[in-house]
């Protein structure tokens, strides 16, 4: 689901993006409301954190979800943009620390024992969940955190404006570059990737054939595929056919509705927005490979819960997330395709949900099924900025590639270093 339309933060920013609780012990204690009490159950009270959500409606949902609950009165924290991930972590060390949230996979979370393990929760419904995000969300055999949503990510285009232009779908990177330039006219610009850029690095490593981290924890993405992206992303970022500071970032459909580019990388969230705008006239593809070496990719974001491993009532608030987020088919499947469409991480109800069975949101599927790709636990926040950095210091800037990713390597060793030994 997207961030709220007013907010100055990349939702990329926020996959993942908590340095661990050492970097968050700085941080100064959140005063104010703690949202403790209200709600309609009995026993305990049990305090939820959401991010402020775009879509309409799901403030409400899930509201509404915790008033059914009679196992405890759960309230819900719903806070803003950008704070809160400063919000989160600032409370989690403090005695108003939220029960239940949402956030990430983050494996630091797990070595400080933040987060609870919440194996006996997942364990016998393992097999309906896709593996991927069980594996996502597993460190040493565990499993910390339940999905909620799966995120996939791709290009969104303009049928028209490609028939018009005769551009066909892109399935390289150079034919994504061609097209952007045969596809700018005017103060329309041929493709929009986020204002920053930084939603299309992890899928430009995959779709070069190369990864983050292999199965050893060691080091991927230095490759001469890679280099060849790099190099290519640099030649679009000067042509002058890329959008560059939009009002809205990626995740919200606003460049491609409004007229300001042919094709835009987004959300498969956004997909009723861009239906209501403009009704068939829209269409997805995924990241398209890189190197004949590569393949097309999708990059799979979303939301998990966890349990305050920290927290006075643990064993109440595993017993909330375990009867919304594993008993509750139907909140699961109203949360997923209600507000905006998002593909449901239990494959039992993924696979009952109506809405995404035809038309795009089926593409959309299928794309995600067969190019995949879900964030690595170990993939710290350090090595997002290392990567972060890379294309700062050779897409939008002139350096190499080369010396950009071997200032990264040494950054990203030194995290593994700590996680790993």
């Known amino acids: 689901m997207s961030a709220t339309s007013n907010s100055t933060w990349s939702r990329r920013s926020l996959l993942r993006a908590a340095a661990g609780m050492a970097a968050a012990g700085s941080l100064a204690a959140c005063g104010g409301n703690t949202g403790r009490g209200g709600g309609s159950g009995s026993g305990k009270n049990l305090v939820q954190y959401f991010h402020a959500y775009g879509e309409a409606g ?168 890679v280099v060849d992206g790099l190099k290519k992303m640099r030649s679009v970022f000067t042509s002058g056919d890329l959008l560059l500071d939009a009002p809205t970032d990626y995740w919200d459909p606003s460049a491609l509705n409004q007229g300001l580019c042919a094709i835009q990388f987004c959300g498969m969230w956004a997909m009723p927005q861009f239906q209501k705008a403009l009704g068939d006239d829209w269409g997805v593809f995924p990241f398209p490979k890189v190197t004949a070496a590569g393949k097309p990719s999708v990059y799979n974001g979303g939301w998990s819960m966890f349990v305050n491993a920290k927290g006075e009532n643990v064993d109440a608030a595993k017993e909330y997330v375990k009867w919304l987020w594993i008993e509750q088919k139907k909140y699961q499947e109203d949360w997923a395709t209600s507000y905006g469409f998002h593909i449901p991480p239990r494959t039992s109800i993924a696979a009952s949900a109506s809405k995404l069975k035809t038309g795009t949101p089926a593409e959309g599927v ?56």
């Open 58 to 225: 799901t403030e409400q949902a899930i509201k509404r979800y915790a008033a059914a609950y009679r196992g405890a009165r759960v309230s819900t924290q719903w806070i803003t943009s950008a704070d809160f991930e400063s919000k989160l972590f600032a409370t989690l060390l403090t005695k108003n620390a939220p029960d239940v949230f949402e956030f990430h996979p983050q494996i630091q979370m797990v070595r400080s024992g933040q987060v609870a393990d919440l194996t006996d929760l997942v364990a016998p419904v393992k097999d309906d969940f896709n593996p991927a995000d069980i594996a996502s969300h597993t460190v040493d055999g565990k499993t910390y955190g339940v999905r909620m949503i799966d995120d996939p990510q791709f290009f969104f285009y303009r049928k028209s404006m490609l028939d018009k232009a005769g551009v066909r779908v892109p399935e390289t990177l150079d034919e994504l570059i061609e097209a952007a330039a045969r596809l700018t006219t005017g103060k329309v610009k041929g493709l929009f990737l986020g204002n920053d850029l930084h939603a299309v690095i992890n899928p430009m490593i995959w779709s070069a054939g190369a990864d983050t981290l292999d199965a050893k924890n060691e080091i991927a993405y230095h490759t001469d595929g």
């Open 366 to 421: 299928r794309l995600f099924n067969e190019f995949g790709h879900f964030d690595n636990i170990g993939w710290t926040q350090a090595m997002i900025t290392a990567l972060e950095d890379v294309f700062a210091d050779c897409v939008r800037k002139d350096g190499s590639p080369e010396a950009a990713l071997d200032k990264a390597d040494k950054a990203v060793a030194r995290e593994l270093k700590k996680l790993f030994g």
